[in-house]
């Protein structure tokens, strides 16, 4: 039995908009203490639901340069704090990722907080990202480590052949080849990305992952509201951050008109 026929269905279906909390506490940029972060990021997650959007998702995109691995108590704690409040401040599907490779980490706020799902990166396979060498695929820890805590109702969704990294080690794979390997390995979805945040991603290869692989697919990088509708003609979901910031930067506050104008082109 597949792993879309074996787990409920995808919980959300449309839009997902980022929330980028700001640098954490130990991290080199950090200017602002936990309330002050708390309070921001329950401020953007409200103007996006107010917005329209499907679902939310919260993510320390802020801590650059990022950790491969050993991702600090300090931030864990953190984003608990951060996820514990915006999942007490809107009603829509809420979602966390962990950079870079915090996974076990985000699937253990996402149980402790009440969150829907996870975004993780280096599910299957190998990679050579802006950290480093992401060696050892997460899907078998991750997986384990979410029955044991009693967190299977938290989703994993899987980036594959993710933005910001090298995927020489793996070239002979294509993307569809780790669609299905994601699938084979239990994830409950997959997100394409372009290379880069902001960048758009390849609509060829997002085509591919549909036919590769009965998973929810989800597009992950540089979205807008002239691409988004086209966009959802084959993804389950679209995950969009950049676009509905101030200046169409993702490094700026979440632009309300901007994000509404997002949810009107989605919904045509």
């Known amino acids: 039995?597949?792993?879309a026929t074996a787990r409920p269905d995808l919980p959300i279906r449309g839009t997902v908009g980022m929330?980028?909390?700001g640098a954490l506490p130990g991290t080199p940029r950090a200017?602002?203490?936990p309330r002050e972060l708390v309070?921001?990021?329950v401020r953007e997650a409200r103007l996006l639901r107010d917005a329209g959007f499907d679902a939310v998702i919260v993510e320390n995109m802020h801590d650059r340069p990022y950790l491969g691995s050993g991702i600090g108590a300090e931030v864990t704690a953190?984003?608990?704090v951060v996820a514990a409040a915006v999942r007490a401040a809107v009603d829509v599907p809420l979602g966390i990722q962990v950079l870079g490779g915090g996974a076990i980490e985000a699937l253990s706020v996402?149980?402790?907080a009440g969150l829907d799902f996870v975004r993780v990166e280096n599910f299957v396979f190998s990679h050579v990202a802006d950290e480093g060498l992401m060696a050892e695929a997460c899907a078998g820890p991750l997986l384990r480590h979410r029955r044991a805590i009693g967190a299977d109702r938290v989703r994993v969704f899987a980036d594959i052949k993710k933005?910001?990294?090298?995927h020489a080690v793996t070239a002979d794979v294509d993307i569809a080849g780790c669609a299905r390997a994601a699938e084979f390995f239990l994830a409950d979805g997959v997100i394409v990305t372009g290379t880069e945040t902001g960048a758009a991603v390849d609509e060829a290869e997002l085509r591919?992952?549909?036919?590769a692989t009965s998973l929810p697919v989800m597009t992950g990088s540089g979205a807008d509201a002239a691409s988004v509708r086209r966009l959802l003609a084959v993804a389950d979901a679209v995950i969009v951050g950049s676009s509905v910031k101030q200046d169409g930067r993702w490094d700026r506050p979440v632009d309300a008109a901007r994000a509404a104008a997002f949810v009107k082109a989605a919904r045509g």
């Open 1 to 3: 039995m597949s792993q």
């Open 19 to 21: 929330v980028h909390v």
């Open 31 to 33: 200017a602002h203490g």
């Open 39 to 41: 309070a921001e990021a």
């Open 78 to 80: 953190c984003m608990a």
């Open 110 to 112: 996402a149980h402790a």
């Open 163 to 166: 933005k910001h990294a090298s």
């Open 208 to 211: 591919a992952v549909r036919a």
